[in-house]
């Protein structure tokens, strides 16, 4: 799966926990931009990664991430090598 692949699928999951349509996201965005992505939303966001990827975040890296750049690259470090 590319970045670009991951970063829809966040876009996808994000728009469905928020209830929004059409999300447009950039590595560069982060909770507050979205007056609705609460830490409520953000675990909802996680979990909902994690059961269409098949596998579970370590709290500790999930903790550290700040921007959706950096959740990319936690999904992209899990994912097999070609």
């Given at each position: 799966?590319?970045?670009s ?21 950039t590595?560069a ?30 709290t ?9 750049g ?13």
């Open positions: 799966m590319t970045r692949d991951i970063l829809d699928r966040i876009a996808m999951h994000l728009g469905e926990v928020l209830d929004l349509e059409d999300v447009k996201l590595e965005s982060t909770a507050e931009d979205f007056e609705e992505w609460d830490s409520v939303n953000h675990v909802r966001l996680l979990i909902r990664i994690e059961h269409d990827l098949g596998f579970q975040f370590n500790e890296d999930v903790g550290m991430v700040q921007t959706v950096e959740l990319v690259d936690l999904i992209a470090a899990r994912q097999p090598k070609a």
